[in-house]
Structures are given as structure tokens and as C-alpha cells.
């Protein structure tokens, strides 16, 4: 086998394998390797292909896929992605790729690539191109974590010369896509013109560059030790950074702080050192009240007092007016913020609720975002502005924007983050006339 002794004894730790598969001659070759595993280990092997509809032929190397799966006896999974934009293709891919593997894989299983020693000193030279430190030059990991998932890469330590040969020994046909000889891709570059004319002069370069991407590794991990306790009491239970502390550390720890928050926060691609100038001149040490902001993205950074926030962006929903026809069907608000229920009892009901009168027949329902003005809150003797009291509770201006407002007609009811009902949203003493409405944020 081309798998190295080790490496097997790895895979059949972990007993449940879901193999990343596109038919190329490194997937389709480690494939091969499983499947010869699976006969001398108890193993439960799956494979997942993403077409990503970017060639006319796709959808044939989906069939050959689907059939060379059928030959060696093993599940077949095949999920459609469709990829708009123009720039940065193999970006968007790959972040799309891994949102499928994170819904399809199991809580017990592996998710395994066919990344090689190749891909390695690929990766080590598109970090190096872009300036990266110690993080971006650390390269493919054999194993590492991604939004949950449990990545191995059993081919690390082996040459993409070395499966080529393996596969003509063994007979196995691969798809050969056409798109990996286009040279206007920055991998594909290095792939085809420059590391060829590299390995012919130092025919060890890809082992040296693999040995300083370990190297790195290790130097990011310790740290990683070292400043986590540090980074752990600044962030917040909401996720946002308490900056305070950051005023007396050097811009290398500062940095790597700001860093490792926006890593914590799901970001996948880290802030180059120019945004970590503007961030922290221009938002975190800004004086006045503008409310200044970095787009990262489909990410904003973000200051509130004296928190950093990183939050996804959104369309402004302000004059947005929204009908809710229906109050028996749930409501599907905006902006991926959940949705609306109503229902006659609040039993058995994890989302927050809030209880109110019921809407009169000549009255209409509508959601409305980001208002103003004074009103009778909760018992109040004396009108409040919704601002003021936003303020009080700490809500930051972007969140008050998507929070859901309830009117009849022209009256302002509820405000549905926070249980604020109005004078004209009251229940009534009739129970009858009374209903509660949920939240939901997740559905």
C-alpha cells in the first residue's frame, strides 16, 4: 500500500472515514488505499463529491465517480454547489465545500483529503507570496479541526510523482481535469511552471519546505499556549473583545490578539497588517461617536464602549414595513433572523416569548426595524425613548437594527428582543384575547 504503516494504524482508529472525493488521481488513488484497508480492518468508509457545475464535463466526472464507487463497494454521496463569482473561485469552492462536509459528516467520523507533499510546498508559497507569518507559512496540518470537523491527510509526506506511478503500477484510472493546466491560477502556476524547474534543481525542496511548515506549526502552537489565557478573559460571553487591557501591550501582542478574536469568531481568512493598523488606530483608539467600521468580507469589525465586536453584515432594515398577513402561519423575518410564531400557550417552549393582546379584526399586523421615539413601556407612568432604553440594556446601535418591532396599524405593540410591550399592546383581562409570540433565531 502507498499508505505508510503508521498512517494505516491511524485510519483505523478512527473506524469512520468519510473521504473527500472529487476523481482526481490523488482522491482517487487514496480511495484505492481505503479500500484495501477495509479488508484487513473493520473500517466504514463513505465518500463525499461536489460537483461545482465550473466545467461542461462535470456532471460526467460525477457519473465516473459515482461508478468507480460502485465497483469497490463503497457509499457514494453527491452534492451540487454553484459558485457566482468571478474572482477568487477557489476560495468561495472551498468555503462552500466545507459547509457541506460539516452538515453531512457524523459526530463519530473523519472527514479524509487527498492533500500530498506537493500541495504542501503549493500552500507554503502562496502564504509566503501574500507575507504571511508564522500562521499562514504553518501550511496543511496532517491532523487539525475545522468548524468541528476532524481533518486527516494521510498523504502529506507523500509526492504527487510518487501516486502517479503507484496508479500506473496499480491500473487506476483517474478524471484528468482540464482546468488544473490553466496557469492563471496562482496554484496552478507554481503547480505547472515554477516548482517543476525547483524540484529538477533541488530534488529535496518539497521535504525542506514541508520540515519549516512543521516548524512553524509548532512556534504558532506554543503561541497559542501562551497567549490563550490572556485572550480567553478579554472575550465576552456575546464573543466581543474587552479592549481595555489591549492599551498597554505591544503591537505584537496586541495584533496577535486581535488575530486570534477574529479566528475565534469563525472567520476564516485573517486580517493582513494594514487592517490591523486601521483597526485598531481607526476604530479602537477612534474618540468621537461615528461609529467607525472595517468590512471584512462578509464580516464588520466594530467598536461598542469599550468591546470589539465582530459581526456578520447585514442589509439595513431600516423604513423596512413588513406585513404579517397570517397569524397562524409562522413569520419568516429577515436577514437570516428567524422567525415569528404565535400560539395560545406558552408551554413547552424553549425560544423567548412575550404575551400580548391579540390584534383587533379592523387592525393589521406589520414588523417594522430601527425606529424612534417616545413611548409607554411595561407599566411606566411616563414615556421612554426605545433609544434610551436600548442604551441602558447595552444593546449596540447595528443590534438594535435587527430587532423585530410589532404594530398594529400605526401602533407600536412590542418590541420582541426584550419583552418591551407597550401601553397599546397590553393584555387585556380576557384571556381569550391574549396570545404569545416566540422568537425563534435557529430554524
Known amino acids: 500500500m502507498l499508505i505508510k504503516t503508521e498512517i494505516q494504524l491511524m485510519l483505523c482508529k478512527f473506524k ?88 453531512i459528516i457524523k459526530n463519530d467520523e473523519i472527514l479524509v483529503t487527498a492533500h500530498n507533499l506537493n500541495d504542501q510546498c503549493e500552500t507554503f508559497l502562496l502564504a509566503l507570496k501574500r507575507g504571511s507569518g508564522p500562521k499562514g507559512l504553518s501550511g496543511i496540518s496532517k491532523i487539525s479541526i475545522l468548524n468541528n470537523i476532524k481533518l486527516f491527510r494521510p498523504f502529506l509526506e507523500i509526492t504527487r510523482n510518487q501516486i502517479f506511478k503507484y496508479a500506473i503500477e496499480k491500473k487506476i484510472s483517474w478524471i484528468e481535469d482540464p482546468s488544473n493546466k490553466d496557469i492563471r491560477y496562482d496554484r496552478n502556476f507554481l503547480r505547472n511552471i515554477i516548482l517543476p524547474k525547483i524540484i529538477n534543481r533541488w530534488p529535496f525542496f518539497n521535504y525542506s519546505v514541508n520540515r519549516s511548515s512543521i516548524i512553524c506549526q509548532e512556534q504558532e502552537k506554543l503561541l497559542v499556549d501562551l497567549m490563550n489565557p490572556i485572550l480567553m478573559k478579554l472575550i465576552q460571553k456575546n464573543n466581543s473583545l474587552f479592549i481595555t487591557p489591549l492599551y498597554k501591550f505591544s503591537t505584537i501582542k496586541r495584533n496577535f490578539i486581535i488575530r486570534r478574536w477574529i479566528e475565534y469568531n469563525k472567520y476564516y481568512y485573517m486580517p493582513s497588517r494594514r487592517m490591523l493598523f486601521i483597526i485598531w488606530n481607526e476604530i479602537i483608539c477612534c474618540k468621537n461617536n461615528n461609529n467607525p467600521q472595517i468590512k471584512i468580507g462578509k464580516y464588520i469589525i466594530r467598536k461598542y464602549k469599550n468591546y470589539l465586536f465582530c459581526i456578520k453584515y447585514f442589509n439595513n432594515l431600516k423604513n423596512i414595513l413588513l406585513t404579517w398577513d397570517n397569524l397562524n402561519v409562522p413569520f419568516i423575518l429577515p436577514n437570516k433572523l428567524g422567525k415569528l410564531v404565535t400560539l395560545d400557550t406558552n408551554i413547552n417552549y424553549k425560544d423567548k416569548f412575550i404575551n400580548i393582546r391579540k390584534p383587533n379584526y379592523h387592525e393589521s399586523v406589520y414588523i417594522k426595524f430601527n425606529i424612534t421615539g417616545k413611548y409607554y413601556f411595561n407599566e411606566l407612568k411616563c414615556k421612554k425613548n426605545i433609544n434610551d432604553i436600548w442604551k441602558n440594556l447595552l444593546i449596540p446601535k447595528w443590534k438594535r437594527e435587527q430587532i423585530p418591532l410589532l404594530f398594529y396599524n400605526n401602533e407600536f405593540i412590542a418590541e420582541l428582543e426584550n419583552n418591551l410591550v407597550t401601553k397599546e399592546g397590553k393584555i387585556s383581562s380576557n384571556n381569550k384575547n391574549n396570545f404569545f409570540i416566540f422568537w425563534e433565531k435557529k430554524y
Request: aromatic residues 10%; positive net charge.
Open 16 to 103: 469512520k472515514i468519510l473521504l473527500a472525493y472529487s476523481g482526481g488521481i490523488d482522491s482517487t488513488v487514496l480511495l484505492y488505499n481505503l479500500v484495501k484497508l477495509r479488508e484487513k480492518y473493520p473500517i466504514l468508509l463513505r465518500t463525499i463529491h461536489i460537483n461545482h457545475n465550473l466545467h461542461i464535463l462535470s456532471n460526467n466526472w460525477s457519473k465516473i465517480c459515482r461508478l468507480q464507487c460502485q465497483k469497490w463497494n463503497v457509499l457514494f454521496i453527491k452534492k451540487n454547489i454553484k459558485i457566482t463569482q468571478k474572482n477568487n473561485i477557489e476560495k468561495y469552492a472551498r468555503i462552500k465545500r466545507y459547509k457541506i462536509f460539516e452538515n
